[in-house]
DNA sequence: GAGTGGTCTAGACCACGCA
DNA sequence: GCGTGGTCTAGACCACTCT
């Protein structure tokens, strides 16, 4: 029941048709689109129409414009997939970027916390990722991470994982991460924290709980990031 | 030095000028403006280019617009300002709102750390606010606010402040706030976090340093708060 | 110079709120 | 029924990129 409009602009229902266009991969990411004129024909509206619709979709970080050039699927390439959900930096801003150190992956049977999180069913299986994250060559982020295991076949069976992960599942699972809905605590390190993030007894944590959604408004990583921060914040900017 | 364009589009004009006036207090938040035909022949653009001025603002939460009714200059309701920029939840979702519970007000010399945050002058004074806010009736957040006494004359003589001071900012001081950057982080309660949050020795804090930017883009108020994570999270959306 | 997105215009009609 | 914002159109010209 969604909120029945009676009426639907035509600017939206282009937006819908677009849309669907990128999740169902007929537009790889990368790609440029036909120009806005022969977008606009061939769906049989008007430039400024279309137009609308593109801007929207660029302020969605969907689609990305270059004067002179034209219309591309934006492109999770690494660095920008990063930038884009990884919030820590130093006091006062720097910006830093985290390398991977070890993983180990697994499928196993979704347990019942998970199977809320990210909407399965009884008995479904969810991929296990746990690593640990390297800021500047010291331990920093370990990290639980929980992915429905149908969306990512063979997943477990590669041989490595690349750091920023959201360009993966664009690239080989066809799944584009459009929002993050993440829910922070404080606690005090557990004795694996002191271990593994080299921290002492009486330190805290920051815990970061992340839901991942896609183009698709599936819910398709659940993800639990302990964070060392005797000199790193979580920075974020509201508007 | 800001990247001279060497070409300033229309729209960007009327733009700023429309900025300047809501800055300047020449429209006073909660008024209506002229229609956008009369806004637009008054600054000698086409209602097209004068409705792209008023989308812009209104994305950016300057402005509201509601068909049928008129264009206003958004206001900071004591429930919208308390929204928009108050992050705290139960896990899982629900919003909460906070009670203000007591506070200390006093007018001082700014120290050496504040002069940086707020970019004082030496000798320039701060008002320093202390209070502790309830959730749900319990203790939850101790709050250390910094701002700039020339900007708020006489705010330490008021008998007691709101719950959200970004109203009072607003309507008292013609101040608004647009933008708050955050840094988080988790540390260990101290003594004074074990008495005044009714929490137990060996818990953790979630800490949050503000910094809140004003639409003349100066920086007006620092704030640290403190807060309970027994059953809170500090929620927030990524796109 | 050809092709792309970016800006700007002028005007029509629709949906909403209110008196 | 009038005035407001919301949608849609058609067309002109500007700025940028590449060849």
């Given at each position: 029941m969604t909120d029945t409009p009676g009426y639907r602009p035509l600017y939206r229902q282009v937006y819908d048709i677009i849309v669907r266009k990128v999740a169902q991969g007929v537009w790889r990411p990368g790609?440029?689109?036909?120009?806005?004129?022969?977008?606009?024909?061939?769906m049989g509206v008007s430039q400024g129409t279309m137009r609308k619709?593109?801007?929207?979709?660029?302020?969605?970080?969907?689609?990305?414009?270059?004067?002179?050039k034209g219309t591309f699927i934006a492109e999770n390439t690494q660095e920008r997939a990063l930038f884009?959900?990884?919030?820590?930096?130093?006091?006062?801003?720097?910006?830093?970027?985290?390398?991977?150190?070890?993983?180990?992956v697994k499928v196993r049977v979704a347990r019942a916390a998970e199977r809320t999180k990210l909407d399965l069913a009884r008995g479904e299986r969810v991929v296990e990722i746990v690593r640990?994250?390297?800021?500047?060559?010291?331990?920093?982020?370990?990290e639980l991470i929980i992915l429905p295991a149908a969306?990512?076949?063979?997943?477990?069976?590669?041989p490595s994982l690349p750091n920023s992960l959201y360009s993966l599942y664009q690239s080989e699972y066809g799944i584009?991460?459009?929002?993050?809905?993440?829910?922070?605590s404080a606690q005090l390190a557990t004795a694996e924290d002191q271990q593994l993030l080299e921290i002492s007894e009486g330190d805290a944590v920051l815990v970061?709980?992340?839901l991942a959604v896609?183009?698709?408004?599936?819910?398709?990583?659940?993800?639990?990031?302990?964070?060392?921060?005797?000199d790193l914040v979580y920075a974020v900017t509201l508007n």
């Open positions: 790609t440029s689109l036909p120009s806005e004129q022969s977008l606009a024909r061939e619709v593109l801007d929207a979709l660029t302020a969605e970080n969907l689609l990305e414009r270059r004067q002179g884009r959900f990884f919030r820590l930096a130093r006091p006062g801003g720097k910006r830093l970027t985290p390398e991977r150190v070890d993983e180990t640990t994250r390297l800021i500047e060559k010291r331990p920093a982020i370990r969306l990512f076949p063979g997943i477990e069976k590669r584009n991460i459009v929002a993050a809905h993440e829910e922070l970061i709980e992340r896609s183009l698709q408004e599936r819910k398709v990583e659940w993800r639990a990031s302990r964070v060392r921060c005797s």
